[in-house]
């Protein structure tokens, strides 16, 4: 069965940085664009990020980009975002997703989310 | 503020139907697939609809969806207690260059 499983959330100062891991089992990960969304404390979803398959192409939302970057690690079958110069609003539950297959933007299987509280 | 509208809250009694809708425009849901997602509280997403009205394996026929012009409507039938959640829409939004998800509507049983 496919699963998602994230980390390396916690807590971290103003300007910092933080790098979030996703492992994934249970499919062929190569074949899959990922992605990354974000839940803020009581609000709604907010995608972040995708990544193709093989990395060719990837896209950002404009409240992270330059900031953010996202990767992958197809022979571990592993999702990465690097983020850094951290604000408070990107305090956020940050899920990884699958895209369904030939698509970017509907998803099918999340992780359980890793949470990253961005504060003094 | 998101560019697909959503109602806040909605609610029915157990067994009857609801609809919600989700309201954007051309350069989203006009030209576009729309999903959508329950969430149930304290979980992750979960994908109930895909490309406007198919759904995974495993999601029952209660739930369907449909689209017309650049609206998308999210019905789910023999409402139970079960079904308590926030859902949301999500579609590709060509002039944003990004993936936008509706603010979420919370279904009250």
């Known amino acids: 069965q496919v699963q998602l499983v994230e980390s390396g959330g916690g807590l971290v100062k103003p300007g910092g940085s933080l790098r979030l891991s996703c492992t994934a089992s249970g499919f062929t990960f190569s074949d899959f664009y990922m992605t990354w969304i974000r839940q803020a404390p009581g609000k709604g979803l907010e995608w972040v990020s995708y990544?193709?398959?093989?990395?060719?192409?990837?896209n950002y939302a404009d409240s992270v980009k330059g900031r953010f970057t996202i990767s992958r690690d197809n022979a571990k079958s592993s999702l990465y975002v690097q983020m850094t110069s951290l604000r408070p609003e990107d305090t956020a539950v940050y899920y990884c997703a699958r895209a369904t297959s030939g698509s970017t933007d509907a998803f099918d299987f999340w992780g359980q989310g890793t949470m990253v509280t961005v504060s003094s | 503020q998101s560019v697909l509208t959503q109602p806040p809250s909605v609610s029915a009694a157990p067994g009857q139907k609801v609809t919600i809708s989700c309201s954007g425009s051309s350069s989203n849901i006009g030209n576009s697939y729309v999903s959508w997602y329950q969430q149930l509280p304290g979980t992750a997403p979960k994908l109930l609809i895909y490309?406007?009205?198919k759904r995974p394996s495993g999601i029952p026929d209660r739930f369907s969806g449909s689209k017309s012009g650049t609206s998308a409507t999210l019905g789910i039938t023999g409402l139970r207690t079960g079904d308590e959640a926030d859902y949301y829409c999500g579609t590709w939004d060509a002039s944003l260059s990004a993936v936008v998800f509706g603010e979420g509507t919370k279904l009250t049983v």
């Open positions: 490309d406007n009205n």
């Open positions: 990544i193709s398959g093989t990395s060719t192409f990837t």
